[in-house]
């Protein structure tokens, strides 16, 4: 009941900021929460810097080094988040009584992260829901082969890597298809005199538009599983601790990211 109020009171309060303040207001509360754990992970390196004689910390090469590879992470973030296919698209010129419309030159934007952070966070749902469930009846049931399947979901383990890219690139193309409309676009297009150079109005627009935005969604696809990952192995092969490994990548960043930009 407690949970339930305080996001209805969220959510509320996401709304009266779009409203009346800078827009964006659910979005904005979910990355100042991300946000609040920056303090921490700065106040973990700094003790780790200055670690006391014999406890292993760190020294100046692993400081420049975390800050060149923040830098990185945070720039290829913006990358994909940014980047686009420019389709480029020709206006046939209209005559309507003594004015000439038409005639110039533009283009489609088709972003190659066209989904955005969602792909990660269904993939992170599903997985934990079927890890749960799994250890449920493992421990309930007595099921010995469910536990050795739930260890097999446990983040560290390959089998949880292999299986959330699979599930961030099955989402990646299940959002494309319910929210980019190939057939619209071109039919639009055609109505107001618009062509793509080389490719006929219509349905064949249609089939290219599909076409390239596949291609797209494979590389966007491709590049979120790494931004998700990339954290993890921070965590388990280099020992960083989770405060400071959150804001090298995963939904943490890519929604920080997003909203910030």
Same mark, same amino acid.
Do not use: H
């Given at each position: 009941?407690?949970?339930t ?9 996401g709304?009266?900021?779009?409203q009346?303040g800078i827009?964006n207001g659910i ?7 991300i946000l ?9 390196i700094?003790?780790?810097?200055n670690a006391p004689?014999g ?19 945070i720039?290829g973030i ?13 206006y046939?010129k209209?005559?309507v009584?003594?004015?000439v419309?038409g005639?110039?030159s ?13 792909p ?5 749902a599903? !997985? +934990? /829901?079927f890890q749960?469930?799994?250890q *449920?009846?493992?421990a309930?049931v007595?099921?010995?082969? %469910?536990?050795q ?9 390959p089998?949880?890597?292999?299986i959330?890219g699979l599930?961030?690139l099955?989402?990646?193309y299940?959002?494309?298809?319910v929210?980019?409309?190939p057939?619209?676009i071109a039919d639009?297009l055609k109505?107001y005199?618009g062509?793509?150079?080389g ?6 627009t249609?089939?290219?538009?599909d ?15 790494v931004?998700?990952?990339?954290p993890d192995? !921070? +965590? /388990?092969y280099?020992d960083v601790?989770? *405060?400071v ?6 939904t943490? %960043?890519?929604i ?6």
């Amino acid at each position: 009941l407690t949970l339930t109020t305080g996001t209805a009171f969220i959510m509320w309060l996401g709304e009266q900021i779009t409203q009346r303040g800078i827009g964006n207001g659910i979005s904005l509360l979910i990355t100042i929460g991300i946000l609040a754990d920056l303090p921490s992970a700065v106040a973990l390196i700094y003790r780790k810097f200055n670690a006391p004689i014999g406890v292993p910390g760190l020294g100046l090469p692993e400081g420049v080094l975390m800050c060149v590879l923040l830098f990185l992470c945070i720039a290829g973030i913006v990358a994909i988040t940014q980047a686009q296919r420019k389709v480029p698209v020709q206006y046939a010129k209209r005559v309507v009584g003594r004015k000439v419309y038409g005639g110039q030159s533009s283009f489609l934007p088709l972003k190659v992260n066209y989904s955005g952070v969602m792909p990660v966070i269904f993939a992170s749902a599903i !997985l +934990l /829901f079927f890890q749960m469930i799994s250890q *449920q009846l493992g421990a309930v049931v007595d099921l010995p082969f %469910m536990t050795q399947f739930a260890a097999t979901m446990q983040q560290g383990a390959p089998t949880y890597y292999f299986i959330f890219g699979l599930l961030i690139l099955c989402f990646s193309y299940f959002w494309v298809s319910v929210m980019f409309k190939p057939l619209q676009i071109a039919d639009d297009l055609k109505k107001y005199g618009g062509y793509i150079p080389g490719v006929r109005p219509g349905q064949p627009t249609a089939s290219f538009l599909d076409f390239v935005m596949t291609r797209l969604t494979l590389a966007g696809a491709i590049a979120l599983t790494v931004i998700a990952v990339f954290p993890d192995g !921070l +965590l /388990f092969y280099f020992d960083v601790p989770y *405060q400071v490994a959150q804001f090298f990548g995963g939904t943490g %960043m890519l929604i920080t990211v997003g909203v910030l930009l």
